[in-house]
């Protein structure tokens, strides 16, 4: 890695930089609906979009980028509402952010892709196999499903729940937790990862300091609070959702595997499951030798 001891403090952490980190790799900047959209590109052949989950951003692919670079273009993408993208008032649904990248899609002249999607992604890339079939290859599934009416049913006390999901109700909270966490959101991220990883040191004190910057601000709380005060809608829009026909992988953790292996199959058809065990939920930082390696198999594969 590059030397950042140089840098002032923030350019230590922003995206110039960590492009640079990436041989290969460069930064680009697009318009589409309104809204502008970061996104950070390398490789060739066949198109491989990336979407990360919360409380991260881009760079949580950045170990398995180079190993799929070397077959096929990437696009790691911060979404609407992460990252060095725009985060705008509204539009914040699976179905909706969907239509950005399917526009982004359209204006970069690319005719069809695969995407892969972690946690919030992961929602996003299913709605976007299914709202736009004629512009996916292939999808793949990392950790989580599409939002749906099991989340209606999570308890509000954490019975017999090892780690319990406070923070799906918290952030449905508005205007509250942009007051409370701006310029402490590093300890609600360190919280989670730290509970949520196998192994606490995948992800480092650098990589901390990335997505903490990347959300201490109050726009940026807002922003990612909006993915999950999306929910109610986009529970809604999922019976309305037609099937996924494209061929279709999901990777789980032991501990999402049970709940992806029960809830995809009714709205994916085409599915191929696989499960990695000893890592937790942030399995390509945790596991990216094994994550990138199901990825280009399943690439790969006709």
Same mark, same amino acid.
């Given at each position: 890695? @590059?030397?950042?001891?140089?840098?002032?403090?923030?350019?230590?952490?922003?995206?110039?930089?960590?492009?640079?980190?990436?041989?290969?790799?460069? @930064?680009?900047?697009e318009e589409v609906e309104g809204t502008k959209l970061h996104y950070v590109e390398g490789g060739k052949g066949s198109t491989l979009i990336l979407l990360p989950g919360w409380p991260e951003t881009w760079w949580s692919f950045h170990k398995i980028m180079p190993m799929?670079?070397?077959?096929?273009?990437?696009? +790691?993408?911060?979404?609407?509402?992460?990252?060095?993208?725009?985060?705008?008032?509204?539009?914040?649904?699976?179905?909706?952010?969907?239509?950005?990248?399917?526009?982004?899609?359209?204006?970069?002249?690319?005719?069809?892709?695969?995407?892969?999607?972690?946690?919030?992604? +992961?929602?996003?890339?299913?709605?976007?196999?299914?709202?736009?079939? /004629?512009?996916?290859?292939?999808?793949?599934?990392?950790?989580?499903?599409?939002? /749906?009416?099991?989340?209606?049913?999570?308890?509000?006390?954490?019975?017999?729940?090892?780690?319990?999901?406070?923070?799906?109700?918290?952030?449905?909270?508005?205007?509250?937790?942009?007051?409370?966490?701006? /310029?402490?959101?590093?300890?609600?991220?360190?919280?989670?990862?730290?509970?949520?990883?196998?192994?606490?040191?995948?992800?480092?004190?650098?990589?901390?300091?990335?997505?903490?910057?990347?959300?201490? @601000?109050?726009?940026?709380?807002?922003? +990612?609070?909006?993915?999950?005060? +999306?929910?109610?809608?986009?529970?809604?829009?999922?019976?309305?959702?037609?099937?996924?026909?494209?061929?279709?992988?999901?990777?789980?953790?032991?501990?999402?595997?049970a709940l992806l292996k029960t809830s995809l199959p009714d709205y994916i058809k085409n599915l191929e499951l696989k499960e990695i065990k000893g890592c937790g939920h942030f399995i390509q930082e945790?596991?990216?030798?094994?994550?990138?390696?199901?990825?280009?198999?399943?690439?790969?594969?006709?």
């Open positions: 890695m @590059n030397s950042n001891a140089t840098l002032p403090e923030k350019e230590k952490y922003d995206d110039k930089y960590l492009v640079s980190l990436l041989p290969g790799f460069t @930064n680009h900047y799929v670079a070397a077959h096929h273009r990437v696009i +790691a993408l911060d979404y609407r509402g992460m990252g060095s993208s725009d985060k705008p008032m509204e539009g914040y649904s699976k179905k909706n952010i969907a239509g950005d990248i399917a526009s982004l899609i359209k204006k970069l002249g690319l005719p069809k892709v695969s995407i892969a999607g972690h946690d919030i992604g +992961a929602g996003i890339a299913i709605s976007f196999a299914g709202h736009f079939p /004629g512009l996916t290859d292939k999808l793949i599934v990392l950790e989580s499903p599409h939002p /749906g009416e099991p989340l209606y049913k999570i308890p509000m006390l954490p019975v017999g729940a090892p780690i319990h999901p406070w923070w799906i109700a918290f952030n449905q909270v508005k205007e509250l937790p942009e007051l409370l966490l701006e /310029g402490r959101f590093h300890m609600v991220q360190s919280w989670v990862f730290d509970k949520l990883l196998a192994d606490k040191s995948s992800i480092n004190d650098f990589d901390r300091k990335v997505y903490a910057l990347a959300y201490e @601000n109050k726009d940026a709380i807002r922003g +990612a609070n909006g993915w999950y005060q +999306a929910f109610t809608e986009d529970i809604r829009d999922l019976p309305k959702m037609p099937v996924i026909l494209a061929p279709s992988l999901a990777i789980g953790s032991s501990t999402a595997f945790e596991q990216p030798e094994r994550v990138g390696n199901a990825i280009l198999e399943f690439l790969k594969s006709t």
